[in-house]
């Protein structure tokens, strides 16, 4: 190959290659307008009832944080087929919310604890298409509308009308998915979300794979083109901020569970289970503050 060849042929590899790198740095690299999250203590999570999901509460005043686990869910409820709970949120004025799922059927159900301590459940019919999963729900701060996801790899998140909060619903009828959130990049295995602005979502990835941001078990950002609503759809810009603390004194697999930000603290919180048998010794809820 001629001298003058050779040198055009370097020169298209390296463009190349800085092509590749620039498209792994956008997967991989947190945008200019993400935050910085730094791990800043732990607590260790019970795997009974601290093993799904974690809320804080504001009204009532002095409440303590919730947590969601195998062990939470009433037997009542049980025996009904709601074997599973997922990630909770509450919303400012103090309605907390419980997402549920089944093994089987074609349905989901919240169930809501007002302020005066009533409980009601509201159940969702599935779209066409949407997974049967009910990992987590978030609620937004304007307290009107519950955002909720799907296991597995998707580019979406589902919006409803919050439930017991939003005076278009009732425990009669069907809680309606109004809208949707369109991401402009694939997740995988979100177990959990929730606002930490009108327009920013948090959110824990159990993604075991690696392959969409470069690492496993992402904490993820979602900023929203404007605030969800039940008139349209919205896209998400997602980014990945950081691999969650994945440290145990056991070898193997673990789950990411659910997140909560508590915007009087500052302080975000994701559940992290550990391998075998360390579920039971070590798993914590780790802590984090921006910067």
């Known amino acids: 190959m001629p001298a003058s060849a050779r040198q055009r042929c370097h020169a298209v590899l ?25 791990e800043t203590g732990s607590d260790r999570a019970r795997p009974l009832d601290e093993s799904q999901g974690l809320a804080s509460v504001e009204v009532p005043a002095n409440s303590p944080n919730r947590y969601t686990g195998i062990g939470t869910i009433p037997l009542g409820v049980s025996m009904r087929g709601w074997n599973h709970v997922g990630d909770p949120d509450a919303s ?52 009107q509308w519950m955002l909720s996801g799907e296991w597995g790899t998707m580019n979406r998140l589902l919006v409803f009308p919050t439930p017991g909060v939003n005076p278009s619903t009732s425990p009669s009828a069907n809680l309606p998915q109004v809208s949707t959130v369109d991401l402009d990049h694939a997740v995988r295995d979100v177990q959990g979300c929730d606002f930490s602005g009108p327009t920013t979502l948090l959110c824990s990835s159990d993604d075991p794979d690696g392959s969409l941001f470069g690492m496993t078990k992402p904490l993820l ?29 056991c070898s193997g697999s673990f789950e990411v569970e659910g997140i909560d930000y508590d915007r009087r603290t500052g302080i975000l919180r994701v559940i992290v289970m550990s391998p075998g048998f360390c579920i039971l010794t070590d798993s914590k809820t780790y802590k984090f503050s921006r910067g």
């Open 14 to 38: 390296a463009g190349l290659v800085t092509l590749a790198t620039a498209a792994v740095v956008s997967l991989t690299a947190p945008a200019s307008a993400a935050d910085t999250w730094t």
């Open 221 to 249: 950002q979602i900023d929203l083109s404007a605030p969800p609503n039940g008139s349209g759809d919205v896209t998400g810009h997602v980014t990945a901020l950081r691999q969650l603390p994945l440290r145990s004194s």
């Open 92 to 143: 400012y004025n103090g309605y907390y919310i419980e997402p549920y799922q089944r093994d089987s059927g074609n349905s989901k159900m919240y169930r809501v604890q007002a302020p005066d301590g009533t409980w009601s459940e509201y159940v969702h019919t599935l779209s066409p298409g949407e997974a049967l999963n009910n990992s987590w729900d978030a609620i937004s701060p304007d307290g």
